[in-house]
């Protein structure tokens, strides 16, 4: 390897990043820049305390880039829009992050004329082609640099080499790991790695602690969200994050994703969403009200391939630019207010208040009374909507005949 040469490092703080820290400047010589692209999973004393063990391990500068609106204008927004839920289950929760955390590191890399850029995945799982794929698209002349995941290291190998380096931190292994995001935290453990057990209580970062029923209101406005409990908020991060406070408590979105990886095997994630889910369940229940049939068929598909696409490191597929827009448009009278009941580890979807509710109709109430049409109009509506099955019925019947004869 070269010597005297900048390489930007993904630097999240943990043990992977830290040893990738050391073993490229002081035994390879560059000269590491770290930098951590928050998308709304970290406080600002966890980005402080990150940035001063960036620093104390040797990185010769830190940058901390929030790109937290950008994560929701150029994802969650469209995901809402979709109701992405991958395999009917998980709203990608962190794993949506990770090409905007790649963007944003590899854009800061040319801005500071970096040779390198280096990531600390290892070779089991997804993150590391969303890093890597990024990193080629926009910037093929930049050379990535992956030492835990060429080298194969073990935790134990990361730490006695930081230790015989003078640095020394408590790298205790969690039970649990968490990664924690605006739009979800996903949990893996034990349990995750075997089919045929659950996450217990205790491994939910969020405890329950609301017993009390209460109501919650949502407005939207062309699919965005416009207020909470009728509070307006032009920011729509912190009217995520305010959702997320309220439903917290009740320990709501638990479940656990099994699906399968870019690498071809088969993952499995517990997950807590608790905002994620009331949001898109809400979302969905007043496009229902709003929506056409075949423009909530259409959404469905083209939601599924969006998510899916995200998911697999696709973001930057240029169609990816084309379902955005028939998302977009298909949310113009997506409007109005929906009513949810918080329990204890359930919500539920009462009902909703909009002037575009298509069911406010001059045209009759279904299963009371029509006002649009005879009952002579329906039986012929019935006569013919009945042909093409008469005809394949009468073939039949005449061709059993035929043949008994």
């Not at 770290?34 to 990150?50: Q, R, V, Y």
């Not at 992956?146 to 969690?174: C, Q, S």
Request: hydrophobic content about 35%; charged content about 25%; some cysteine.
């Amino acid at each position: 390897m070269e010597n005297n040469k900048k390489v930007v490092l993904a630097f999240s703080g943990g043990l992977d990043t830290s040893f990738a820290v050391k073993y490229l400047s002081e035994d390879c010589g560059y000269e590491v820049y770290t930098a951590i692209a928050n998308t709304g999973g970290f406080s600002p004393e966890e980005l402080k305390s990150i940035e001063e063990r960036a620093l104390a391990l040797g990185a010769k500068a830190h940058a901390t880039l929030d790109i937290t609106q950008e994560y929701y204008e150029k994802s969650i927004k469209y995901m809402i829009f979709g109701n992405v839920l991958r395999n009917g289950t998980y709203p990608i929760s962190v794993s949506s992050e990770r090409i905007f955390q790649a963007i944003a590191i590899i854009e800061y890399a040319k801005k500071i004329g970096a040779h390198y850029v280096a990531h600390g995945s290892t070779s089991a799982g997804n993150d590391q082609v969303r890093f890597d794929l990024t990193f080629q698209i926009l910037a093929p002349e930049i050379e990535i640099i992956t030492p835990t995941r060429d080298m194969n290291l073990t935790r134990e190998y990361e730490i006695e080499y930081l230790k015989k380096h003078g640095y020394v931190a408590d790298f205790k292994k969690l039970e649990y790991s968490i990664n924690k995001g605006l739009w979800g935290t996903s949990v893996g453990g034990k349990e995750t790695l075997h089919s045929n057990e659950t996450l217990p209580e205790e491994a939910y970062p969020t405890q329950m602690t609301a017993t009390a029923d209460s109501r919650l209101t949502i407005d939207f406005d062309k699919g965005e969200i416009a207020a909470v409990n009728g509070v307006p908020f032009a920011d729509k991060v912190k009217a995520i994050q305010h959702i997320e406070e309220i439903v917290a408590p009740y320990a709501l979105g638990r479940d656990m994703h099994i699906g399968d990886t870019i690498i071809g095997i088969k993952g499995r994630v517990g997950f807590e969403a608790g905002a994620p889910m009331v949001i898109l369940g809400a979302h969905k229940m007043l496009e229902k009200h709003t929506l056409t049939k075949w423009q909530q068929y259409w959404k469905d598909q083209l939601g599924t391939w969006y998510g899916m696409f995200l998911h697999e490191a696709q973001y930057l597929e240029p169609v990816m630019r084309d379902i955005e827009k028939f998302l977009e448009s298909s949310q113009r009278n997506v409007t109005g207010r929906v009513i949810i009941d918080l329990k204890p580890y359930r919500f539920i979807l009462v009902g909703v208040e909009s002037d575009f509710d298509l069911m406010k109709t001059s045209f009759g109430e279904y299963g009371e009374i029509s006002k649009g049409w005879t009952a002579d109009d329906v039986k012929g509506f019935t006569r013919i909507l009945g042909n093409q099955m008469k005809i394949y019925y009468s073939i039949q019947e005449r061709n059993n005949k035929t043949r008994e004869v």
